[in-house]
């Protein structure tokens, strides 16, 4: 019979296509050894995260010792390390970034409070890459605390000196303003500030990568 003499033929075709899926790393394990390569620790694979990047590109959550309870994110196309991208460096680089944005609002307003968040994107930046440079990425997600005094009047005149502040730097931005009494904006700090967070807060400004407002809209 004809099948008979076509089975070799198709059992030589399973087992190569099953012997090229076993010799294929999953994502998963190409995400843990690209982490580990790059900032040389050890992660932990947490989950996937699908669906977001089409159908070649995959995505997950690791975790590190470092960042207790956070979700890092890995995306890149299997079997393509040069696609591989991740967030790491925003929580490496978090804290003097907030520093370094704390200083540029302070030149506008000596009472303003800035503070840094790790975004959900992967950023092609090296393991060594300072804050400055996690800074200039593009888009990092800034939370601004402004105090309610004169706010009203002078809110459009101060926001566009800080848009220029910060691209002075070549630091593009986007912010969450949060209106608070003065009383409150003194208390606040890096480990208290999402308490304050309200909504979605007063106002929110998108900057570009020309250093421009594509969104500037109050609430």
């Known amino acids: 019979m004809k099948w008979l003499k076509l089975l070799p033929a198709v059992l030589a075709i399973m087992i190569g296509v099953t012997g090229c899926m076993a010799n294929h790393p999953s994502f998963k394990d190409e995400a ?18 699908d669906g977001q990047f ?10 590190s ?25 925003a929580y490496l680089r978090q804290e003097e970034a907030t520093r370094q944005l704390q200083a540029i609002a302070s030149s506008v307003d000596a009472d ?11 950023l092609f930046l090296s393991g060594d890459a300072s804050a400055l440079d996690y800074l200039q990425s593009g888009g990092i997600l800034l939370k601004l ?10 809110r459009d005149a101060r926001m566009e000196a800080f848009r220029a ?3 002075s730097h070549q630091i593009s931005a986007n912010i969450t303003v949060n209106v608070l009494e003065p009383g409150q904006l003194a208390e606040i700090n890096e480990a208290s500030y999402g308490e304050y967070l309200y909504g979605g807060g007063e106002g929110r400004f ?9 969104v500037a809209k109050w609430r």
């Not at 900032?39 to 995260?49: D, H, I, K, S």
């Open 32 to 49: 843990l050894l690209y982490m580990q390569e790059k900032y040389g620790e050890a992660f932990t694979w947490v989950e996937p995260v």
């Open 145 to 154: 605390f402004v105090s309610s005094e004169e706010w009203q009047e002078t």
């Open 165 to 167: 502040a910060l691209w």
């Open 112 to 122: 303003w409070k800035a503070f840094c968040e790790p975004e959900e994107v992967g």
């Open 206 to 214: 998108v900057m570009d990568q020309q250093g421009n407002f594509t």
């Open 54 to 63: 089409g159908n070649a590109q995959k995505s997950g959550h690791v975790a």
């Open 65 to 89: 010792p470092a960042f207790p309870g956070e979700r890092i994110l890995v995306t890149g196309i299997p079997g393509e390390r040069e696609s591989f991208s991740d967030n790491y460096i």
